[in-house]
């Protein structure tokens, strides 16, 4: 045991150091947020593939945790909501009910092409329509799907990190 504590003495950190925080994108509402966000992930009708890459972001690699930004398991508890995927029929008043739950100020973020403008799901009969077309939109983040460098780069500058 004492050998693994020498060693590790000895290498001292091997993780690469952040990248240079990206230029703030704070949106009016997020400056009171103080360089911390808890957010609320809802999938309003996706294919999974943002869920991976959300995954991913906050994931050992990535770590968006470190910048600030945390996922919740309430809405009560979150400071944004981040929604994927075209808005069906069936999550429309679900993603109205989970903004409304939200406090104030409260921020939504449309991740994906899906959630932007509804992608290649785009006139499909149990689409509703793109994320803000049922709730305000405060950041769009794009890509089909975004790569984890760019939640985590969106992130940031929600946070301000």
């Known amino acids: 045991m004492r050998d693994l504590f020498r060693k590790i003495r000895k290498t001292g950190r091997v993780a690469q150091d952040a990248p240079r925080a990206p230029e703030p994108v704070l949106p009016e509402r997020a400056r009171d947020l103080g360089g911390s966000v808890q957010i609320r992930h809802v999938d309003a009708g996706s294919c999974n593939g943002c869920e ?75 689409v509703v329509g793109a994320v803000g077309d049922v709730v305000p939109v405060d950041l769009e983040i794009p890509g089909c799907p975004p790569e984890p460098e760019a939640i985590v780069a969106a992130l940031r500058g929600l946070t301000g990190r």
Do not use: W
């Open 52 to 126: 991976v890459e959300i995954a991913s972001a906050f994931g050992p690699v990535y770590d968006a945790e470190r910048y600030g930004a945390r996922q919740v398991a309430s809405p009560r508890h979150a400071d944004a909501l981040l929604v994927t995927g075209p808005v069906t029929r069936n999550m429309e008043m679900a993603l109205r009910r989970t903004y409304e739950a939200v406090p104030e100020p409260k921020v939504v973020i449309a991740l994906g092409d899906c959630a932007r403008n509804c992608g290649v799901f785009a006139e499909a009969y149990g």
